[in-house]
């Protein structure tokens, strides 16, 4: 059976470049759809997702060259076919294409997405802030139908800072007829980035990255190249490796101001960390000091991406931390698989309490999602022995080649 093995106990050291960011790809690649010609995109992660999206793109007349990190797409021709069903389970950004599709053709068509199993992701936000810009949006709990005669501006107040939602609205607002404020609005790196791109791409955006954003649709849209940034969550989960292994690890590629929260988290551990604008250092004893409370928040707070990834670490921990998680309801889940290697963690509503222990052992262990999965590395990495982390496809999902990385940095890990 098809699974990521790791043999414990070696540090990790040395120089890494992080990939391409997937969460800030994806929208991006959504966004494409709005220019009717083409969009290169360099620096682009190969992973699971990113080849989902480029199928459904496909599926809806895009045509695409992926090769080597570099990604052309060529929206000349788009029509409103139906988003691919298998895609649109596996994967929750593909319900970017709503906003994408409708503010390009004024119709869409997809079902409720998939993605990681880490708590229930309604699209009541997404549906509802459509809705306020003019979408007549049919849905049945299962499949959604979406027709606009003319999106216009609205001003739209989040109950939450969701990201997908900001990002759907984007999308239909840049074109959209007149001014659409964006209140309450996500905050996180891929907000600004997606932005960024459209600011590119022609758009007229203001108040990217704070909780208020306004865009005034309809401008004209250009042929536009971007470079995607280096994704701050696998770098996180890397240097938490590093942290649970003992080592000195140096991570270039990235743009630190967009980790000042995961790189303080792992100081207050006891590494020594260092960092400038574009690398990360991070020197571990593999003495840990335990976190009173850990919270996750939406940014600029502790991201929820990093809770799975930090839990490893904080299981080697000389004391008790606990972790709070306050994004997704089913995301402590990874406690269980870490108790199978020894860890003490006990979980209770939205609160987990770890006991570190001076050792971990390594066990045959599940990845549960995405993130949940790469925690189980970052453990395995220093726990004692081997172990065998099945259902390994949640991981390749998002990070290009987490063995041939770790790898590099002196670690042995292989599929
Ligand atoms: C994005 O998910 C990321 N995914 C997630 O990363 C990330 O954890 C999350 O943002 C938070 O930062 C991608 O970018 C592809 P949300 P998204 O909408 O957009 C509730 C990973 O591991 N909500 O901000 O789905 C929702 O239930 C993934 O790379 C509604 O209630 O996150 C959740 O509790 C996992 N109604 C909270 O908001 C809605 O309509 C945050 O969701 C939308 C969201």
């Avoid at 994408?100 to 699209?123: F, K």
């Avoid at 000042?260 to 000091?289: K, N, P, Y």
């Avoid at 006990?346 to 770890?354: H, M």
Wanted: with cysteine; aromatic share 6%; charged share 20%.
């Amino acid at each position: 059976m098809d699974s990521l093995k790791v043999q414990g106990g070696y540090p990790l050291r040395g120089e890494l470049k992080v990939q391409g960011s997937k969460n800030t790809v994806l929208p991006i690649m959504a966004a494409a759809v709005l220019y009717k010609g083409v969009t290169v995109l360099t620096n682009v992660p190969m992973i699971q997702d990113v080849y989902c999206m480029i199928h459904i793109l496909e599926a809806v007349g895009v045509r695409i060259i992926f090769t080597d990190h570099c990604l052309a797409l060529d929206a000349s021709e788009v029509r409103a076919a139906e988003i691919p069903l298998e895609d649109v389970k596996k994967m929750r950004s593909s319900i970017m294409l709503l906003g994408a599709l409708l503010g390009r053709l004024g119709e869409a068509a997809t079902s409720y997405p998939g993605g990681c199993s880490i708590g229930s992701r309604p699209i009541d936000i997404h549906l509802e802030s459509l809705r306020a810009m003019g979408a007549e949006i049919r849905d049945d709990g299962s499949r959604i139908r979406a027709c606009a005669g003319k999106l216009h501006g609205a001003r739209i107040a989040l109950r939450f800072p969701s990201v997908g939602a900001t990002e759907n609205i984007l999308l239909a607002a840049v074109m959209a007829e007149g001014v659409t404020v964006i209140e309450n609005a996500a905050r996180e790196p891929e907000i600004t980035e997606l932005c960024l791109f459209l600011q590119k791409m022609g758009a007229r955006i203001a108040g990217a990255g704070t909780g208020t954003i306004r865009i005034r649709g309809q401008s004209p849209l250009r042929e536009t190249g971007y470079q995607i940034p280096g994704d701050r969550i696998v770098a996180g989960t890397y240097l938490a490796a590093a942290a649970a292994a003992g080592g000195d690890v140096r991570l270039t590629g990235i743009y630190t101001p967009y980790m000042t929260a995961v790189l303080d988290a792992f100081r207050r551990c006891g590494c020594q960390v260092s960092w400038d604008r574009e690398a990360a250092c991070l020197r571990s004893e593999r003495r840990i000091q335990p976190l009173s409370l850990v919270s996750t928040r939406p940014y600029p707070g502790f991201p929820t991406d990093m809770q799975s990834p930090l839990m490893a670490v904080l299981a080697y921990g000389d004391g008790v931390s606990v972790i709070e998680e306050n994004i997704f309801e089913g995301r402590l889940d990874c406690g269980i698989q870490l108790r199978r290697m020894g860890a003490d963690i006990r979980v209770e509503g939205s609160r987990a309490w770890i006991s570190g222990k001076k050792e971990l052992y390594g066990a045959c262990v599940e990845a549960g999602d995405l993130r949940a999965g790469a925690a189980l590395a970052v453990a395995a990495a220093g726990a004692q022995g081997m172990t065998s982390i099945a259902d390994p496809g949640h991981i390749r999902r998002g990070y290009e080649a987490i063995d041939r990385d770790l790898r590099m940095l002196g670690g042995k890990i292989w599929w």
